[in-house]
């Protein structure tokens, strides 16, 4: 089935110590997601690609990073995790921006997260 | 800035109750909304999207509606079951971004 798929599930890491997340995606999809959701919140939007395109969101914080080497994969680097981190990471993509179609109907697909630790 | 608002933030029904969950949004410019089902410590999954020129979608036992002009949502679900206990998640889409609610966190008890 083609699917949003993201490894680890859970991962724990130390203070400082550097952390990567992987997303894959069998969807072909143009778009790829960073969310980064803390308990009981609304998921944020960290960035976001259109290709090779990369969009940060303005308040991201810059121990933030993120590749896409090819369509199918997106990576998030945390470069020194702190404690407030600590959170779910949820890569979603769809196939397109809604406005391109200029109907709205490009849904996002969530993949099932990557519940980060930070020790 | 757009906000996505949801009420209630908890909700605890019986077995087969009807229920609404309601969502509001202060930016009426979105492309679509969608409706999603979040279960303790998991991914979200896409329950209905509604595009932006669309009034209602339905599915199953869920039914959702778009009062775009007023910026309201809301999500119907009928003769729930406690299979349907999880967090709903509303959230718009304008340009690239979703922007979403808190959440209801629902239980339906059996």
């Known amino acids: 089935d083609a699917m949003v798929i993201q490894n680890p599930r859970y991962q724990v890491t130390q203070f400082g110590k550097p952390v990567t997340l992987s997303c894959s995606q069998t969807l072909n999809h143009n778009v790829m997601y960073w969310y980064q959701q803390k308990s009981s919140q609304a998921p944020k939007l960290l960035f976001h690609y259109y290709d090779k395109d990369f969009n940060n969101e303005a308040d991201t914080p810059d121990n933030f990073q993120s590749r896409r080497p090819n369509t199918s994969f997106c990576f998030l680097d945390i470069r020194s995790p702190g404690l407030g981190d600590a959170a779910m990471y949820l890569c979603?993509?769809?196939?397109?921006?809604?406005?391109?179609?200029?109907?709205?109907?490009?849904?996002?697909?969530f993949g099932p997260g990557t519940r980060l630790t930070v020790l | 800035k757009q906000e996505v608002t949801q009420i209630p933030a908890a909700l605890s029904v019986p077995e087969g109750e009807n229920l609404v969950l309601n969502c509001s949004f202060t930016d009426s410019a979105i492309y679509n909304l969608q409706w999603f089902r979040q279960d303790p410590g998991k991914g979200l999954t896409s329950l209905l999207l509604i595009q932006s020129s669309q009034r209602e979608q339905t599915s199953g036992r869920l039914n959702a509606s778009l009062d775009k002009s007023s910026g309201r949502s809301t999500l119907y679900i009928a003769a729930s079951q406690p299979g349907d206990s999880a967090t709903y998640l509303c959230?718009?889409?304008?340009?690239?971004?979703?922007?979403f609610g808190e959440g209801t966190q629902l239980t339906v008890n059996p």
């Open positions: 959230a718009v889409q304008g340009g690239s971004r979703l922007t």
């Open positions: 979603a993509t769809s196939r397109d921006y809604p406005g391109l179609a200029g109907d709205g109907r490009y849904e996002q697909f």
